[in-house]
C-alpha cells in the first residue's frame, strides 16, 4: 500500500487547531474557529490563552493542551508570535500549517528576510508552511475555510490554484453570481512549503474534484510542475492560464531557432504536450468553468448548430471557423426529418427556425440533430421566444443530452425573458452562454482538451529508430570543442554529429585560399556553393557571405576572393578561416524549411518546425514540441505550421516526402534527448523534395553540463526508458519479459488486477477494490518516468502478453527517497518473481540517485514481509496503525 498524500492534512484533516492571541470576543481569530465549528465537519479547536474559557472544552490556553492529534493548526497571532508557535506546534508532532498573520510593518527587504527565518524554522522542525500573509485555501464539500476572506463560496466539483489571492478573490465572487462552485481554491503566495505540482497530485485522487483551473504566474520547478499537469490531465480537465505572455527572458539570441522561439511559445507546447487547455484571459477562464462539468469522451470534433433565426446562427459558425472547428454535416435520413418539420427553415448545418418558439418542433429538432451520428457536438441557440415555451423544455432537453451522451451547450441571448430558461438550464447542469461566440468557445475548450490527450498518451522512447545513432562518437566530438574552450561546433564538426545521428547532410570542404576553394570546388562537383567559413558569424547571408550557383572553375577563385573582402568589410572584427564549398543542390521541387533545437530555460529542450530559407525571421511560421517525440507527435509537428500545405502537390511540383521530413524529425528528437550539452541547434535549410530530405546548412551550439546531472534531467517529459527493459527465466523454464509499463497497457493491467484474489488485492491496497475505474487505470499506467517507474513482468501465452506481477516506486516529496509496492499474480506467487521484480526496482530506484526505498505493509501479509526481510528491509513499527508495519531499506 502507498501512503496517504502529505497534503491530506491540509485539506481533509480530521481536527483542526486555530491559534490566536487576542483578548477580543469578536477578533479574528474567534470569527475564524466559529466559522470553522459551524462548517467543518471534523474536530475544530481555539487555541488563546487570553479567551481559554470562551468556548468551555473547545478552547486552550497552548496547542498541547488539546486532547489527541490536531492534522491542521491555523495561526493568526501577531506576527512576533509566529515562529513560537512554530516550534510549539511542531512538538505536538503537527506537521501542517497556515499562517493568516498579517505582516503590518514590514516591507521590501526586512519583509523577506522575516518570511526567510519562519521558513527556516518550519524547515528545521518538519512543518509545511502556508503563508505568512497570505489568502490561504479553502474546501469547501468539507467545511473548511482556512482563509481571512469574507465572500460566500459554494460547495462544487472545480477546483481552482491561484498564484495571486487576489484572482482567488475575484473567481469566487463571480462563481456565486454564476452559480459555480468548488471543489478546493488554493492561492499559492507564500505557500513555502508546498509545491504546485503536489497540490495537483492530490487533486488528481481528490473525489471532490472533477475539473481544475490554474491561474500561473511563473513556474520555478518545471519538472515538477509539468509532471503534476500531465498526472492531473490523464484524468480530470485541466485549464491554465497564464499571465506575462509578452515577457521573455532576456538571452543571447544565436540562431534563428533562437530568434523566433519565445517563452510563451514554448508554454504553448508544454500545456499541448501535458493534455491542458490553455485560456487568454479571465473570461475564457470562466467560459471553461461552466464547460468542462459536462465534458464527454468526445467521438470526434464536428458540431452541428440549432438556432432561431440564421443571423445567430450564423455568427455561430464564424466563430467555428475562427476556432477551426469543423461543420458537421447531417446525414441524409437526419436532414429529411427536420425539412418535414413545418418551423424548421434550413434543414442543413446550421438549423434555424424563423418562428422564434421553444416548441414540440424545436425539441424534435433536437433530437434529430443530437442523435445523428455524424455529429459530435450540438450547440442550442435560443433568442426571446415567441408564444409559450412547451412545459418541462428544460428537461427534455437534458434528457436529449443524456440519451446522446454528447456535449450540449445552449446560448440563450437576451435578458429576463430568457432568463428562466437560463436559471433552469443551469439548475439542470447544461452549461448557458449569453452569446454564440462563447458557446462554440466552450465547445473549442472541449475539443482542444480532446486532441491533447491524445498527445498526453504518448510514451516515445528517446531512440525511436531502427538505426541506432553513434551517440557516443557525437558526444566525443562535442567534448572535444568544449576542451578547447568553444561553444559553437563549426560546420565540419555539427555536419559529423548530424551524420552520427542518421540525418542526411551535404557534403562540404574547407579552403583557406583561392587555389583551395577549385581543388575543392572539382571535388564536389559543380556548381557550388561558396560560404563565409568563421566561427563569429552565424547568420552568413546578412554579411554577404553566401555566394551561389558558382558554375565553373574561373569563378571560383573570384567567388572567393570578393567574398573575403566584402566579409572582412563588414566584419572586421571577425575571424575569417577561409570558406566552406559544397555541391549546389537544384531548388527544383525543393522545399526549404527550418528544424533546429532550443534549450528553455525552464522546460529544456524543445523541437522547433517551420518555414526556412532567408525569410524566416519575417515569415516566423514556426511550430514547437517537446522531445521525446514518436511518429505521432513528429506527425502533428509538421501538421502546425503554414509550411505544412507546401508539402502537398502545388505549382506543378510533386508531394514531398513526408516520412522522410518525419523521420529526420525523430532523429533531432534523439539529439535532444542523448546529447544535454546541446544548447541549439538550428537547421536552416533543410531541403525536401519528393525523394529525400537533406541538411544544407547547420549551426550547433553547446555548454558544459551540471555536475552530477543524470540522464535525462535536462528534459522536461522522461522519455520511456525502455533501456530498463529485462529477460529472465524461471526454473521452470518459462521465460519472462520485464519492461516499464507504458499507456497502452491499460487493458493488461485492469485485465491483472480483476484477475487477483480478494485477500490479494485487499494485501495490494489495503481496502476492498471492487471495480476498476478508469481513472485507477491512467494513475497506474500512465505516468511519469521522471519521479516514478513501474515495471511489469510478461509471459507469452498463445501469441498474447499476460501481466503475471507489477512494482513500482514513487519518488517521495522529499527528493531522496522512494515509496514502492509489489504484487504478483496468485498462481505465479512463490515462483521468485516477486523477488526479481523488487531486485530491478531496487536498481533503477539506485540509478535515479534516491537514498532510501519505503513503504506500508499490513501485518497479516506475512508473504510481503517475508520478501521484504530477504531483500534487506528493515522492519519497524507504524507509529499511528498497528495493523500494518513501516519496512524501509537505505539504497
Request: charged letters at 25%.
Amino acid at each position: 500500500m502507498m501512503k496517504k498524500h502529505y497534503l491530506t492534512h491540509f485539506f481533509d484533516p480530521a481536527t483542526i487547531a486555530v491559534i490566536g492571541n487576542s483578548e477580543r470576543s469578536d477578533s479574528v481569530d474567534v470569527r475564524l474557529f466559529e466559522r470553522l465549528r459551524d462548517e467543518f465537519k471534523g474536530k475544530t479547536w481555539l487555541i488563546n490563552p487570553r479567551l481559554r474559557g470562551l468556548f468551555a472544552n473547545k478552547s486552550f490556553a497552548t496547542v498541547d493542551q488539546v486532547p489527541g492529534r490536531v492534522d491542521l493548526a491555523i495561526i493568526v497571532t501577531p506576527d512576533s508570535l509566529i515562529a513560537e508557535q512554530l516550534e510549539r506546534c511542531a512538538d505536538v508532532g503537527i506537521d501542517s500549517v497556515v499562517v493568516l498573520s498579517h505582516l503590518d510593518d514590514r516591507d521590501g527587504f526586512m519583509r523577506r528576510q522575516f518570511v526567510e527565518n519562519l521558513t527556516r524554522v518550519a524547515e528545521r522542525r518538519g512543518i509545511r508552511m502556508w503563508g505568512p500573509d497570505c489568502y490561504g485555501f479553502a474546501r469547501p464539500p468539507v467545511g473548511i475555510r482556512a482563509t481571512l476572506d469574507r465572500g460566500e463560496i459554494r460547495s462544487g466539483k472545480i477546483a481552482l490554484i491561484s498564484h495571486s489571492g487576489a484572482i482567488c478573490r475575484a473567481v469566487t465572487d463571480w462563481a456565486i453570481a454564476n452559480g459555480v462552485g468548488f471543489s478546493t481554491i488554493i492561492s499559492l503566495e507564500q505557500a513555502g512549503g508546498v509545491y504546485p505540482g503536489d497540490i495537483l497530485d492530490y487533486l488528481v485522487i481528490d473525489q471532490q474534484t472533477e475539473c481544475i483551473l490554474f491561474y500561473a504566474e511563473g513556474i520555478k520547478d518545471s519538472r515538477s510542475f509539468l509532471s503534476g499537469l500531465r498526472g492531473a490531465a490523464r484524468s480530470k480537465p485541466v485549464i491554465v492560464l497564464k499571465s506575462g505572455r509578452h515577457i521573455e527572458t532576456p538571452e543571447k539570441v544565436m540562431s534563428h531557432t533562437g530568434a523566433l522561439v519565445g517563452n510563451d511559445h514554448v508554454f504553448n507546447a508544454v500545456l499541448e504536450r501535458a493534455g491542458i487547455v490553455r485560456a487568454d484571459s479571465l473570461t475564457d477562464l470562466f467560459l471553461a468553468a461552466r464547460a468542462f462539468p459536462i465534458h464527454r469522451i468526445m467521438r470526434g470534433e464536428r458540431i452541428a448548430i440549432l438556432s432561431h433565426g440564421n443571423g445567430p446562427a450564423m455568427m455561430a459558425c464564424d466563430k467555428a471557423h475562427d476556432l477551426g472547428l469543423p461543420m458537421a454535416t447531417l446525414g441524409p435520413e437526419k436532414s429529411a426529418q427536420l425539412a418535414s418539420l413545418s418551423s424548421i427553415d434550413s434543414s442543413d448545418n446550421p438549423v434555424y427556425s424563423g418562428g422564434f418558439e421553444v416548441g414540440e418542433e424545436f425539441i424534435k429538432a433536437c433530437d434529430i440533430i443530437a442523435t445523428d451520428p455524424n455529429v459530435d457536438f450540438l450547440i442550442l441557440v435560443i433568442t426571446p421566444p415567441k408564444g409559450k415555451v412547451v412545459a418541462e423544455f428544460e428537461e427534455q432537453i437534458a434528457a436529449i443530452q443524456k440519451k446522446s451522451f454528447k456535449p450540449l451547450v445552449v446560448c440563450c441571448m437576451g435578458g429576463d425573458t430568457v432568463e428562466p430558461i437560463k436559471r433552469t438550464l443551469q439548475q439542470k447542469g447544461i452549461p448557458v452562454f449569453s452569446s454564440p461566440d462563447n458557446a462554440v468557445k466552450a465547445a473549442h475548450f472541449l475539443v482542444t482538451y480532446q486532441r491533447n490527450r491524445t498527445f498526453l498518451l504518448q510514451a516515445p522512447a528517446s531512440l525511436e529508430n531502427t538505426v541506432e545513432p553513434d551517440v557516443e562518437g557525437a558526444q566525443l566530438i562535442i567534448e572535444g570543442v568544449l576542451q578547447e574552450g568553444r561553444k559553437t561546433l563549426n560546420q565540419l564538426e555539427s555536419r559529423a554529429v548530424l551524420k552520427a545521428f542518421n540525418i542526411p547532410v551535404n557534403p562540404i570542404q574547407i579552403a583557406r585560399t583561392p587555389n583551395e576553394a577549385l581543388v575543392a570546388a572539382e571535388a564536389v562537383g559543380f556548381p557550388v556553393v561558396l560560404k563565409i567559413n568563421s566561427p563569429d558569424i552565424v547568420h552568413k547571408t546578412d554579411v554577404a557571405g553566401v555566394t551561389l550557383n558558382v558554375l565553373n572553375a574561373q569563378s571560383v577563385r573570384s567567388a572567393y576572393k570578393k567574398m573575403m573582402e566584402d566579409v572582412q568589410q563588414k566584419c572586421p572584427d571577425a575571424r575569417l578561416e577561409g570558406v566552406i564549398v559544397e555541391h549546389m543542390v537544384a531548388a527544383g521541387s525543393n522545399r526549404e524549411l527550418l528544424l533546429g533545437i532550443k534549450s528553455d530555460s525552464v522546460f529544456g529542450p524543445v523541437i522547433v518546425f517551420g518555414h526556412g530559407g532567408s525569410l524566416v525571421e519575417i515569415l516566423r511560421d514556426i511550430a514547437i514540441s517537446l522531445p521525446p517525440l514518436n511518429s505521432v507527435l513528429a506527425s502533428a509537428l509538421v501538421d502546425s505550421p503554414k509550411v505544412s500545405r507546401m508539402l502537398n502537390n502545388y505549382h506543378n511540383m510533386p508531394a514531398a516526402n513526408r516520412a522522410e521530413l518525419e523521420s529526420i524529425i525523430l532523429r533531432v528528437s534523439e539529439m535532444a534527448c542523448e546529447l544535454p550539452w546541446i544548447r541549439g541547434l538550428d537547421i536552416n535549410p533543410l531541403v525536401l523534395d519528393d525523394k529525400r530530405g537533406l541538411v544544407l546548412d547547420a549551426v550547433i551550439e553547446v555548454d558544459y553540463l551540471p555536475p552530477a546531472q543524470r540522464r535525462y534531467e535536462h528534459m522536461a517529459i522522461h522519455p520511456y526508458p525502455s533501456y530498463l527493459q529485462a529477460r529472465w527465466q524461471l526454473r521452470s523454464g518459462t521465460d519472462i519479459f520485464i519492461r516499464p509499463i507504458r499507456p497502452e497497457d491499460s487493458e493488461l493491467e485492469r485485465t491483472f488486477i480483476e484477475g487477483l484474489s480478494q485477500q490479494s488485492r485487499f494485501y495490494r491496497f489495503m481496502h476492498n477494490v471492487k471495480m476498476v475505474t478508469p481513472e485507477m487505470l491512467a494513475r497506474f499506467t500512465q505516468i511519469d518516468y521522471h519521479r516514478e517507474l513501474a515495471l511489469v513482468a510478461l509471459v507469452e501465452e498463445k501469441g498474447k502478453w499476460t501481466e503475471i506481477g507489477i512494482s513500482r516506486y514513487v519518488q517521495n516529496p522529499d527528493g531522496a527517497s522512494c515509496e514502492f509496492a509489489v504484487v504478483v499474480a496468485d498462481q505465479w506467487q512463490r515462483t521468485g518473481v516477486g523477488y526479481k521484480l523488487m531486485e530491478l526496482l531496487i536498481d533503477a530506484a539506485r540509478q535515479k540517485g534516491l537514498k532510501y526505498m519505503d513503504g506500508i505493509v499490513l501485518k497479516e501479509n506475512t508473504g510481503m514481509r517475508k520478501l521484504a526481510r530477504a531483500m534487506g528491509f528493515e522492519l519497524r513499527d507504524h507509529d499511528q496503525d498497528e495493523d500494518v508495519v513501516y519496512v524501509i531499506k537505505k539504497l
